[in-house]
């Protein structure tokens, strides 16, 4: 099974810029998506297709993928950026499958 | 607008079964990937079904042979019968849409609310 590993926890504080790493196995040969999941919340989609932005989604979201890590970076962070972030790919080993990610939680400082 | 309504989660002895609901509205159900997600109590995400546009199915491991996804075209319905239920199954489902009709590795674009399964005797 292929295998997704992010930092449990990134602190920063407001204003700062906040990276979060999304680990696999020549991950920068997938397409990565990165989630935002707030406490009582369904996730919603942040970043798409390594480095797009949905509609509404600020410019202060972006994302790269290249070898072996993705990353989610937020600039200029606010407190309404406190939350959890999730990447995901999809994997097609024994059959296809989406995986995602073990999960990053953001506090803002 | 484009939503997703779950419904049918509750309390379920081990060993039993429950079917959860998906109404969807604003789109066609049976023209996208759909798929089921849930998320344990204080846990990460975790992929459990999908039923591609043609109606091929696949399920995680940690389900198969026990979870089975399903449509009603007629009811733009997608669902999620679950069987021979184990305490590790308590989580909240979630219903959610693949945003790209064609291309199956697209992201998950519309979620639904999420409905709680407590498999617990």
């Known amino acids: 099974s292929y295998v997704l590993t992010q930092p449990p926890s990134v602190s920063v504080a407001p204003g700062q810029t906040a990276r979060i790493t999304c680990g696999g196995n020549n991950i920068g040969s997938k397409s990565v998506h990165w989630y935002q999941q707030k406490p009582g919340q369904a996730p919603v989609l942040v970043v798409y297709d390594d480095s797009d932005r949905p509609s509404g989604i600020p410019e202060r979201f972006s994302g790269s993928n290249s070898g072996n890590t993705a990353t989610l970076t937020i600039s200029r962070v606010e407190a309404g950026d406190e939350a959890d972030y999730y990447c995901?790919?999809?994997?097609?080993?024994?059959?296809?499958?989406?995986?995602f990610g073990t999960g990053t939680k953001v506090t803002v400082l | 607008e484009v939503q997703l309504v779950e419904s049918g989660g509750g309390l379920v002895q081990p060993g039993g079964s429950l079917r959860l609901s998906c109404a969807a509205s604003?789109?066609?159900?049976?023209?996208?990937?759909m798929n089921w997600v849930r998320q344990a109590p204080g846990k990460g995400l975790e992929w459990v079904s999908v039923?591609?546009?043609?109606?091929?199915?696949y399920h995680a491991d940690s389900v198969k042979g026990r979870f089975t996804i399903s449509r009603d075209i007629s009811r733009n319905t997608l669902y999620l019968q679950m069987n021979s239920l184990r305490a590790e199954d308590t989580a909240v489902y979630y219903c959610?849409?693949?945003?790209?009709?064609?291309?199956?590795?697209?992201?998950?674009?519309?979620w639904g609310q999420g409905t709680m399964v407590t498999v617990s005797s």
């Open positions: 039923i591609y546009s043609g109606g091929t199915t």
């Open positions: 959610v849409r693949v945003g790209d009709l064609v291309v199956v590795r697209s992201a998950f674009d519309i």
């Open positions: 604003g789109f066609t159900v049976s023209n996208n990937y």
């Open positions: 995901q790919v999809w994997h097609s080993s024994s059959g296809p499958s989406y995986v």
